[in-house]
């Protein structure tokens, strides 16, 4: 009875480690941005990002830009999105909390970045 015993809390223990894995794996986030100067738009990057950690998009030209981007859970279906541009047209640095799959929109003069974000698979 030892051995059994001994077996299935070996088995259980397995089992609970298994599943406990998978609740650590980090969430990501699935980013869609539209960036405009003076209502033209000039890039429409969209990544997967995970949580707290930076993802970033570099486009070079006349109008390249660099689009640094991550995003946090705020709690109660809101996200938290800190934002880095460098562009031919200026540079912004904004942090929103936005609902999660709601679109968002930040202007520093007449830049702007559309952003939306939302949960993805893990």
Do not use: C, E, W
Not at 5 to 17: H, P, R, S
Not at 67 to 93: F, H
Request: overall charge positive; glycine content about 10%.
């Amino acid at each position: 009875m030892r051995i059994i015993g001994k077996t299935a809390l070996a088995a259980l223990f397995l089992v609970l480690a298994a599943s406990s894995q998978s609740s650590f794996a980090a969430q990501v986030y699935n980013v869609s941005t539209t960036l405009s100067h003076d209502g033209k738009v000039f890039g429409a990057p969209s990544v997967v990002v995970k949580a707290d950690t930076d993802a970033s998009v570099a486009v070079s030209g006349p109008r390249g830009y660099k689009l640094r981007l991550r995003v946090i859970d705020a709690g109660n279906g809101k996200l938290k999105i800190s934002a880095q541009l460098n562009s031919a047209y200026g540079t912004m640095s904004p942090t929103l909390v936005v609902f999660a799959g709601k679109p968002a929109m930040v202007s520093v003069g007449s830049t702007t970045i559309n952003i939306t974000a939302s949960r993805g698979g893990s």
